[in-house]
């Protein structure tokens, strides 16, 4: 079980093939993430761990690749999503349901590319970088009423939070390339 605040992943089960544990790392090469309530079916995977960092590699069929990093010491932490031809469909399941559901969009292709990075100290989340383009994004619902196809677009933005004010500032563009949206009024 993993828990983020609130949120809890459950039923999840790493498979090791190759194995290797010394005095400062830990390694799982050719392994496998099974995660019913995230994947269909088990992730190729390996994973790294020492006393001050995690590295976790997924590589999904069809040329995807996740890695997820996690740094530390005694006063602060670096995290960092790394993604490589990203499926979009992944996240399908975990947007909201909307009352309408039936002729709300579905996402049904697109590729992620790019980096995430949170960083952090004792008291929580100190600043956040995103640095992401998505390529041919596509969307539908089951009439047709409502899609998009060929989309592309870039998505940077930095936030830091300012402890002082106890507030948040950021910064953040977003640029459409190229695509069409079919709206039905």
């Given at each position: 079980e993993i828990a983020v605040q609130d949120?809890?992943?459950?039923?999840i089960h790493v498979l090791c093939r190759a194995f290797q544990w010394n005095r400062h790392e830990i390694q799982c090469t050719n392994g496998q993430l099974i995660a019913r309530d995230l994947f269909a079916s088990p992730l190729p995977m390996q994973f790294v761990?020492?006393?001050s960092r995690l590295t976790i590699d997924l590589r999904p069929p069809g040329g995807e690749h996740?890695?997820?990093?996690?740094?530390?010491?005694?006063?602060?932490?670096h995290a960092a999503l790394i993604v490589r031809a990203g499926k979009m469909t992944?996240?399908?399941r975990w947007l909201p349901e909307m009352p309408d559901h039936?002729?709300?969009?579905?996402?049904t292709g697109g590729k992620l590319h790019g980096k995430?990075?949170?960083?952090?100290?004792?008291?929580?989340?100190?600043?956040a970088g995103i640095d992401l383009s998505i390529d041919t994004l596509a969307f539908s619902d089951a009439a047709?009423?409502?899609a998009g196809e060929d989309i592309a677009l870039s998505v940077k933005s930095n936030i830091e939070h300012d402890a002082r004010?106890?507030?948040?500032?950021w910064r953040g563009d977003v640029h459409w390339r190229q695509g069409a949206v079919f709206w039905q009024p």
């Open positions: 949120y809890a992943l459950k039923d761990a020492t006393r996740w890695q997820f990093r996690i740094e530390w010491d005694d006063t602060l932490w992944h996240f399908a039936e002729s709300f969009p579905r996402l995430i990075k949170v960083n952090g100290d004792l008291n929580g989340v100190t600043s047709g009423m409502h004010h106890q507030h948040w500032k």
